[in-house]
């Protein structure tokens, strides 16, 4: 596509469910990056894909979350028995590839903003 | 490890004042710096970067300066406007992962 698409743009989830969130990045690119953004907690890494792999998960808050991409594609990130600490903006980078942060920056999504009630 | 301090906001111009937004990194390596800009509502997008030391950053009227020796990126404007009212992050690239480290973000406000 011609940029990365995120859905659903808002979600309102009760405490304890689970939410998948849904990235689809440019077409081409074969780096995929998720981060938070917390009211006043700045940008917070979770995970990086370079194409179905993901070599730094190191940024994931807990067992809670997890993150799958297929097809070099689509990406999933998914919250399970979210809390309310949860509630933030996820947003969702691609790059051509694993140069992004050295070269060339990234393309954000615009974010879906999760609620956790 | 890496890290990205940058100054606290909010800032608060009048229009055709200058522009200073403080950026100082903690990195091994020769990492990347980014300014990124994020619009009321909007999402995050790409102002400028510099690859390595002493390269300039450039963009819409802002530009930083890869500094080594002071390990900063400071990012400056000559006169703002009124449509440069948003959030502004620093942001380091990692050499390995591509992965991108953060500053907190820096509220800019300007009045007419």
């Known amino acids: 596509g011609a940029g990365v698409s995120q859905s659903p743009s808002n979600k309102v989830t009760e405490k304890g469910k689970d939410v998948e969130l849904r990235c689809d990045p440019i077409s081409g690119h074969t780096a995929l990056y998720w981060y938070r953004q917390s009211l006043g907690q700045g940008l917070e890494f979770l995970i990086y894909?370079?194409?179905?792999?993901?070599?730094?998960k190191s940024g994931l808050p807990s067992d809670r979350f997890s993150a799958e991409r297929t097809g070099g594609s689509v990406s999933t990130l998914t919250i399970q028995r979210t809390q309310q600490e949860d509630s933030a903006v996820y947003l969702c980078?691609?790059?051509?590839?694993?140069?992004?942060?050295?070269?060339?920056?990234?393309?954000f999504g615009s974010g879906t903003r999760l609620t956790v009630v | 490890g890496n890290s990205v301090t940058q100054m606290e906001g909010p800032v608060t111009l009048s229009e055709e004042a200058f522009l200073t937004i403080n950026c100082t990194y903690t990195?091994?390596?020769?990492?990347?710096l980014f300014w990124y800009v994020q619009y009321p509502g909007e999402g995050l997008q790409l102002l400028l970067k510099a690859t390595k030391a002493d390269d300039k950053g450039s963009n819409k009227g802002f530009e930083a300066t890869y500094r080594k020796e002071t390990t900063s990126f400071h990012l400056e404007k000559g006169s703002v406007q009124v449509s440069d009212s948003a959030v502004y992050f620093c942001a380091l690239g990692s050499s390995n992962t591509g992965k991108l480290i953060f500053g907190q973000g820096t509220t800019l406000q300007v009045k007419p």
């Open positions: 990195a091994t390596g020769y990492p990347s």
């Open positions: 894909f370079q194409g179905n792999s993901a070599p730094d």
């Open positions: 980078a691609s790059s051509l590839n694993g140069s992004g942060g050295k070269t060339y920056g990234y393309t």
